[in-house]
């Protein structure tokens, strides 16, 4: 059975730490890995991972990718308390039309 | 226009009434999706409209019945619904059916059902 595993599945950190947040994956037909953050209603797309070793960035936030250890990390740094959010991983089973898998989520909280 | 839209934000029903949810997108995207979120769990497929035609139906009870008018609508019509029923009804869209396309979330419908 396909599955996506998220750990930690809560965190509570300080303003102005790092954060590596983990998402495992068996999932038969692997198309796509992609990263979510929901705070308090729909969640945000915020990456979408194809290939391995290859890092996407976007301000403070980073992803990797690694398909051969079947796993992608979510790095950010220099955390803020409006990062305070869940953190979805989800995964695209390519012979299943669109269906995105999806982990349990990582519950972040940034204190000040 | 780059959202997904959702009506109404909150819903609250009886178990004999029958109500729907409505959703709509305006950036041509071809693919349409119906997930049910509860408290502190991830979102679980419901249906998925590609091309205006039902691809997938995750065993979904019939209670709830999708409906795609057009490419830019999405609609979930309930009836009958049970308290267990009550969750945060969440539509998204993407640019094709199948693979490497994103979803986009809409802001949801909070379903109470007494």
């Known amino acids: 059975e396909d599955k996506v595993v998220q750990s930690p599945l809560s965190l509570v950190v300080h303003e102005g730490d790092t954060v590596t947040l983990n998402c495992s994956y068996e999932?038969?037909?692997?198309?796509?890995l992609l990263w979510y953050k929901q705070e308090k209603k729909a969640p945000t797309f915020l990456f979408m991972l194809?290939?391995?070793?290859i890092e996407k960035k976007s301000g403070r936030l980073s992803s990797i990718l690694d398909k051969k250890e079947l796993f992608s990390i979510l790095n950010i740094t220099a955390t803020q308390t409006g990062d305070s959010a869940i953190y979805l991983c989800?995964?695209?089973?390519?012979?299943?039309?669109?269906?995105?898998?999806f982990g349990q989520g990582t519950e972040l909280s940034v204190k000040p | 226009d780059t959202e997904v839209t959702q009506t109404p934000k909150h819903l609250v029903m009886g178990m004999t009434n029958k109500k729907s949810l409505k959703c709509e997108q305006h950036?041509?995207?071809?693919?349409m999706y119906w997930y049910k979120q509860k408290a502190k769990k991830p979102p679980e497929l419901m249906f998925v409209?590609?091309?205006?035609?039902?691809?997938i139906n995750e065993s979904v009870p019939s209670r709830f019945s999708p409906e795609c008018p057009n490419s830019s609508l999405l609609n979930l019509h309930l009836h009958a619904l049970q308290p267990e029923d009550s969750a945060l009804y969440l539509c998204?869209?993407?640019?094709?059916?199948?693979?490497?396309?994103?979803?986009?979330f809409g802001p949801g419908t909070r379903l109470t059902v007494l």
């Open positions: 989800a995964v695209e089973d390519y012979n299943q039309g669109g269906k995105l898998i």
């Open positions: 409209y590609s091309y205006e035609k039902l691809s």
């Open positions: 998204a869209s993407s640019p094709f059916g199948g693979a490497f396309n994103e979803q986009f």
């Open positions: 999932v038969t037909n692997f198309r796509s």
């Open positions: 194809t290939s391995s070793g």
């Open positions: 950036m041509g995207h071809r693919a």
